[in-house]
């Protein structure tokens, strides 16, 4: 079975710009969330999608943005980037369940952002 | 707001040295608990985890686990590292309704000397 996948890995952008990337879960995971990762702040949630709603979400600037598809395909979005959005962004996959569930969660590889 | 506490932000053993890093949450409820692991150039991984039943948790790669719920605690244990375990951490909490929501603690660095 084919892992999450995540495109692009590696992108460069300027402030101000704005940036979309894609994540493709697990075949048959309707669960897709997305954490930004960076030295200072580690792991951080940002949100969760599944069955094309949003049904989680961090403390992120409305910059930060996403939506899912009905392949369960997910793309965030940021806008008017700023320098500090520099970070690894992480996607993860699960399982369809219940909202008391404790599904596991698996990674993608990231998209390495770096802000100019 | 559930949080994640890992004590250690980077512990250097020799190998078959035993292994304890510590992680503490805060949330008075149900909780579902985990540990991930990330070797250097590769994802995100999970170790192990808690949802319910025997608080003792065995993961992969030797690796266990104890959830505390006195003490608020779910720390990693080995009883004798190698050098492949040398990586990044995580320790994560996610609760009640929000199941799905992930927070994880700041990670701990292991290094391990041959």
């Known amino acids: 079975k084919a892992g999450v996948t995540q495109t692009p890995r590696y992108l460069i952008k300027t402030r101000g710009q704005q940036v979309t990337l894609s994540c493709s879960p697990i075949?048959?995971?309707?669960?897709v969330s997305w954490y930004q990762q960076t030295p200072g702040q580690g792991l951080q949630f940002l949100f969760e999608?599944?069955?094309?709603?949003?049904?989680n979400k961090g403390n992120f600037p409305g910059r930060f943005s996403g939506r899912q598809f009905s392949n369960s395909r997910s793309e965030m979005n940021v806008s008017t980037l700023e320098l500090g959005d520099s970070a690894l962004y992480l996607c993860?996959?699960?399982?369809?369940?219940?909202?008391?569930?404790?599904?596991?969660?698996?990674f993608g590889p990231g998209t390495r952002l770096t802000v100019l | 707001a559930q949080s994640v506490s890992q004590h250690n932000h980077h512990v250097i053993l020799s190998e078959a040295a035993s292994l304890e890093l510590g992680c503490n949450y805060s949330?008075?409820?149900?909780?579902?608990l985990f540990w991930y692991v990330q070797y250097p150039g590769q994802h995100l991984q999970l170790l192990l985890k808690?949802?319910?039943?025997?608080?003792l948790v065995k993961g992969i790669k030797g690796f266990e686990a104890e959830f505390i719920k006195s003490k608020f605690s779910f720390n990693l244990r080995k009883p004798s590292v190698q050098w492949s375990d040398t990586a990044e951490y995580f320790c994560?909490?996610?609760?009640?309704?929000?199941?799905?929501?992930?927070?994880f603690g700041s990670g701990t660095r292991l290094s391990i000397r041959p």
């Open positions: 808690y949802f319910s039943g025997d608080p």
């Open positions: 994560a909490v996610s609760a009640g309704s929000s199941a799905s929501k992930i927070i």
């Open positions: 949330y008075g409820g149900t909780v579902n």
């Open positions: 993860a996959s699960s399982r369809p369940g219940l909202a008391g569930g404790g599904n596991e969660q698996f």
């Open positions: 999608y599944f069955s094309e709603t949003q049904r």
């Open positions: 075949s048959g995971h309707r669960s």
